[in-house]
């Protein structure tokens, strides 16, 4: 699933609509960032439905304030759905 939105994320930073970064600080992590001019969108993937709490994204939300977060997969957006759409409908979610 991280692989398919990473190409999905990926394609588009190659075409210019976004610059894809991945952000670690100790044991806190975000799947991508994304920034498309002064806009930050912080995406984290899981595969499971399971009401797993987001401590990466908690901590990176409260550092940088991405606008939006977004999570693919689990109780979040369905991946086909995030997959068929351009990633421009994500920046301005």
């Not at 709490?53 to 901590?59: E, I, N, Q, V, Y």
């Not at 939300?61 to 979040?76: A, I």
Request: glycine share 8%.
């Amino acid at each position: 699933m991280e692989s398919a939105v990473g190409a999905h994320l990926v394609n588009a930073a190659a075409q210019g609509v976004c610059e894809l970064f991945y952000w670690r600080e100790r044991n806190h992590e975000v799947d991508f960032v994304v920034r498309a001019g002064k806009r930050l969108v912080a995406i984290e993937v899981k595969s499971s439905r399971r009401p797993d709490a987001l401590p990466g994204m908690a901590a990176f939300t409260g550092s940088f304030r991405p606008t939006p977060s977004l999570l693919v997969g689990g109780d979040g957006v369905d991946l086909e759905v995030f997959l068929t759409h351009p990633v421009e409908k994500w920046l301005a979610a």
